[in-house]
């Protein structure tokens, strides 16, 4: 009697069907880790048609993401890194790789490895020392397909005061270049780029960036080590770009009282600086932008009439992200009235020090008088924070019942966190908008999944 083959479909698919199955096991951030509980190792471990399917299409092994913080297994990835890259065949590369931390070079095989792909370098993110980079700032290109640049200098304490020129800033497609840590000079003017993050040493260097990527909508100043404030007053060839989203990172506001950004709807700034509210107010009349996001942080220490007429001259603002060491009651209360962000339906204030259980309350009394929102987080951070009572728990699941999603945590020592409704707890650290996300560890975030869309 003969013996009947099982039938199994999953066999029968034309093999183009098959990768293109297998394209959607790959994370959709497009960064790969070598995991062979995920793809594409793991189609390839299922049966011999899928693993010769796997191997044969390029665009499968066309990322790659390496976490070099263990140094046991530094060795062992040299070699896989190789066979990985040799599978990619000619298509685009996405690089991804978090150095070792104590600030120790990269090994020796994986760098000349990532070197010698150079042409087809698609994204590289890099969290690399000061020698690497000045390295990789010696390959001469081309570079046809390079597209995101994100590199950070993982020793801090070094070369920030190393100047260097990059041929690679002036890949043709880049649209999406950050640097941390590192000084140089952004290269020629691209009309490609629409998202950057640069250091600056001088408050106007940044219509430099204007006038070097006329089409940016995504840009974040950070301060160089060597900054300093100048009050000259920029002189613009060209208009100010299609800016969308702007951060000030410790650099001062001194750009806002130049520019006029009419496109302008995500503003964040992050300074421990006194009185910068009256210049946010300024900057937003001036420039009639629409703001739909707007993040400060310890705007607790501006005074408070200030800040209240900064907010009520951005009516468009639907999330507001507050981060305060102590606020005092006014800055809570000034967000109560409904003519104050009329637009408002989320909220995310994160405080520190804070060792009173009448703050749970305060908060309280904020979104009761904001039925409209539709999120609100609330982050304590620090030693000796309290718990919220039973009573003020009840409180906010009574809110919550109205359609908001509310969202507690206190960090400290003993994490604790409070949700409504009840789901998978949120990382809500996120949300507040400062500093940046970033993709796993200590690695260089980038906006555009690859490759990036405008």
């Given at each position: 009697?003969?013996?009947?083959?099982?039938?199994?479909?999953?066999?029968?698919?034309?093999?183009?069907?098959?990768?293109?199955?297998?394209?959607?096991?790959?994370?959709?951030?497009?960064?790969?880790?070598?995991?062979?509980?995920?793809?594409?190792?793991?189609?390839?471990?299922?049966?011999r048609?899928?693993?010769?399917v796997?191997?044969?299409?390029?665009?499968?092994?066309?990322?790659?993401?390496?976490?070099?913080?263990?140094?046991?297994?530094i060795?062992?990835?040299?070699?896989?890194?190789g066979?990985?890259?040799?599978?990619?065949?000619?298509?685009?590369?996405?690089?991804?790789?978090?150095?070792?931390?104590?600030?120790?070079?990269?090994?020796?095989?994986?760098?000349?490895?990532?070197?010698?792909?150079?042409?087809?370098?698609?994204?590289?993110?890099?969290?690399?020392?000061?020698?690497?980079?000045?390295?990789?700032?010696?390959?001469?290109?081309?570079?046809?397909?390079?597209?995101?640049?994100?590199?950070?200098?993982?020793?801090?304490?070094?070369?920030?005061?190393?100047?260097?020129?990059?041929?690679f800033?002036?890949?043709?497609?880049?649209?999406v270049?950050?640097?941390?840590?590192?000084?140089?000079?952004?290269?020629?003017r691209?009309?490609?780029?629409?998202?950057?993050?640069?250091?600056?040493?001088?408050?106007?260097?940044?219509?430099?960036?204007?006038?070097?990527?006329?089409?940016?909508?995504?840009?974040?100043?950070?301060?160089?080590?060597?900054?300093?404030?100048?009050?000259?007053?920029?002189?613009?060839?060209?208009?100010?770009?299609?800016?969308?989203?702007?951060?000030?990172?410790?650099?001062?506001?001194?750009?806002?009282?130049h520019?006029?950004?009419?496109t302008?709807?995500?503003?964040?700034?992050?300074?421990?600086?006194?009185?910068?509210?009256?210049?946010?107010?300024?900057?937003?009349?001036?420039?009639?932008?629409m703001?739909?996001?707007?993040?400060?942080?310890?705007?607790?220490?501006?005074?408070?009439?200030?800040?209240?007429?900064?907010?009520?001259?951005?009516?468009?603002?639907?999330?507001?992200?507050?981060?305060?060491?102590?606020?005092?009651?006014?800055?809570?209360?000034?967000?109560?009235?409904?003519?104050?962000?009329?637009?408002?339906?989320?909220?995310?204030?994160?405080?520190?020090?804070?060792?009173?259980?009448?703050?749970?309350?305060?908060?309280?009394?904020?979104?009761?008088a904001?039925?409209?929102?539709?999120?609100?987080?609330?982050?304590a951070?620090?030693g000796?924070?309290?718990?919220?009572?039973?009573?003020?728990?009840?409180?906010?699941?009574?809110?919550?019942?109205?359609?908001?999603?509310?969202?507690?945590?206190?960090?400290?020592?003993?994490?604790?966190?409070?949700?409504?409704?009840?789901?998978?707890?949120?990382?809500?650290?996120?949300?507040?908008?400062?500093?940046?996300?970033?993709?796993y560890?200590?690695?260089?975030?980038?906006?555009?999944?690859?490759?990036?869309?405008?």
């Amino acid at each position: 009697m003969a013996t009947q083959q099982s039938y199994v479909p999953a066999l029968t698919l034309p093999n183009e069907l098959m990768t293109h199955i297998f394209l959607y096991c790959l994370p959709p951030h497009g960064r790969v880790r070598p995991n062979p509980k995920t793809g594409p190792l793991l189609v390839a471990q299922i049966c011999r048609h899928w693993r010769a399917v796997a191997l044969s299409f390029p665009r499968l092994w066309a990322s790659i993401a390496l976490d070099l913080t263990v140094e046991s297994v530094i060795n062992q990835k040299i070699a896989l890194v190789g066979l990985w890259l040799s599978r990619a065949s000619r298509s685009p590369l996405s690089i991804t790789i978090n150095g070792p931390l104590d600030g120790s070079r990269l090994p020796a095989g994986i760098f000349s490895l990532i070197k010698s792909s150079s042409v087809q370098w698609g994204r590289l993110e890099l969290m690399i020392p000061a020698p690497d980079f000045l390295e990789l700032c010696e390959v001469a290109g081309p570079f046809p397909h390079l597209q995101v640049v994100a590199i950070e200098n993982a020793d801090h304490s070094e070369g920030n005061h190393i100047e260097f020129r990059a041929p690679f800033l002036d890949a043709p497609k880049l649209q999406v270049l950050r640097i941390d840590c590192f000084e140089c000079t952004p290269g020629k003017r691209s009309q490609s780029t629409s998202a950057v993050k640069f250091p600056i040493r001088r408050s106007t260097e940044i219509f430099q960036m204007f006038e070097r990527f006329p089409n940016l909508r995504h840009l974040i100043v950070t301060r160089a080590s060597n900054y300093r404030i100048d009050g000259l007053t920029p002189e613009l060839s060209d208009p100010c770009p299609p800016l969308r989203s702007l951060v000030l990172y410790d650099c001062g506001v001194m750009p806002l009282k130049h520019l006029t950004l009419p496109t302008l709807e995500d503003l964040k700034i992050v300074d421990t600086k006194d009185g910068y509210s009256r210049v946010i107010a300024d900057f937003v009349a001036r420039s009639s932008c629409m703001l739909k996001v707007l993040s400060l942080e310890f705007p607790d220490k501006d005074d408070p009439l200030e800040l209240e007429r900064a907010l009520r001259a951005s009516p468009s603002i639907i999330t507001l992200c507050f981060s305060f060491n102590s606020p005092p009651r006014i800055v809570w209360f000034m967000l109560h009235p409904l003519d104050v962000l009329p637009c408002l339906t989320n909220i995310h204030i994160r405080t520190e020090g804070m060792d009173d259980v009448a703050k749970w309350d305060i908060f309280l009394g904020l979104v009761r008088a904001r039925p409209a929102l539709l999120v609100a987080d609330f982050l304590a951070v620090g030693g000796g924070v309290p718990l919220p009572t039973a009573r003020q728990i009840a409180g906010f699941g009574a809110v919550a019942e109205r359609g908001m999603h509310i969202t507690l945590k206190r960090e400290d020592d003993d994490q604790k966190s409070w949700q409504w409704p009840d789901g998978p707890e949120e990382d809500i650290d996120e949300n507040f908008g400062f500093g940046d996300p970033v993709t796993y560890g200590s690695l260089p975030y980038v906006w555009n999944r690859y490759p990036p869309t405008v």
